[in-house]
């Protein structure tokens, strides 16, 4: 149990247009998920906490009017890269909050790699 | 705020060896400890975790961690390594705050298995 799926594994766009990727808690209930950059070879660097039926919470220096996220539902959350250009290109992975006794347990998507031209 | 530093960028070691990577953190409130494992363009997969307990937690794969407060550390050991183990390991730290536990990593440790 606890898969957390992403779509698309990857993509490759123009400089300039809207990329969305899609997270997705297959098999439980996620009222937070998260999302998260990592450029090569270096470490998971949190953007935005997203909370079903409420805006996101944004980290500082990630810019909300570039990064979309939408938390539409408890299975579904969607970010979307507005305007992309070159240096938007990285690695993107989601995660999704499952409630336990004592903590939220995050349970982490395959990743997008997004290549932006 | 919270940081997890981990000392070790590669650790290279043979086949059959054990190894050790290392994690240290600091907090100021109780944390909630972990190891993730990253597999080339893949997400990442937990190893084990510390809550609560016993400070000797045992995971998948044959890895296990000591968590020591006094030390503020949390390193990953295991015994006997495979060339299946060569990926990316990340440490983690998180304290809970209500419904969202927002997890800092460290910037990672790439074991290098060797035959």
């Known amino acids: 149990g606890a898969v957390v799926s992403q779509h698309p594994s990857w993509v490759i766009c123009k400089s300039g247009t809207s990329v969305k990727i899609e997270c997705r808690s297959l098999?439980?209930?996620?009222?937070?998920m998260f999302w998260y950059r990592q450029f090569p070879k270096q470490s998971l660097m949190l953007m935005a906490t997203?909370?079903?039926?409420?805006?996101?919470?944004?980290e500082q220096g990630v810019e909300k009017d570039k990064f979309l996220i939408n938390h539409a539902s408890l299975t579904l959350s969607t970010l979307t890269v507005t305007s992309a250009h070159p240096e938007d290109s990285s690695f993107y992975i989601c995660?999704?909050?499952?409630?336990?006794?004592?903590?939220?347990?995050?349970?982490f998507g395959p990743g997008t790699r997004l290549t932006v031209l | 705020a919270q940081s997890v530093t981990q000392l070790d960028s590669q650790v290279p070691v043979f086949e059959e060896a054990p190894v050790e990577l290392r994690c240290n953190y600091s907090?100021?409130?109780?944390?909630?400890l972990f190891w993730y494992v990253q597999y080339p363009n893949q997400g990442l997969q937990l190893l084990l975790k510390?809550?609560?307990?016993?400070?000797l937690v045992k995971g998948i794969n044959g890895f296990e961690a000591e968590f020591n407060k006094s030390q503020t550390s949390f390193h990953l050991r295991k015994p006997s390594v495979h060339i299946s183990d060569t990926a990316e390991y990340f440490c983690?730290?998180?304290?809970?705050?209500?419904?969202?536990?927002?997890?800092?990593f460290g910037t990672g440790t790439r074991l290098q298995v060797t035959l």
């Open positions: 983690a730290v998180s304290s809970y705050t209500g419904t969202a536990s927002k997890l800092t």
């Open positions: 995660s999704a909050g499952r409630t336990g006794r004592s903590y939220n347990e995050q349970f």
């Open positions: 907090s100021s409130v109780s944390v909630y």
């Open positions: 510390y809550l609560s307990g016993s400070t």
């Open positions: 098999d439980f209930q996620a009222t937070t």
């Open positions: 997203s909370n079903e039926g409420s805006k996101a919470t944004y």
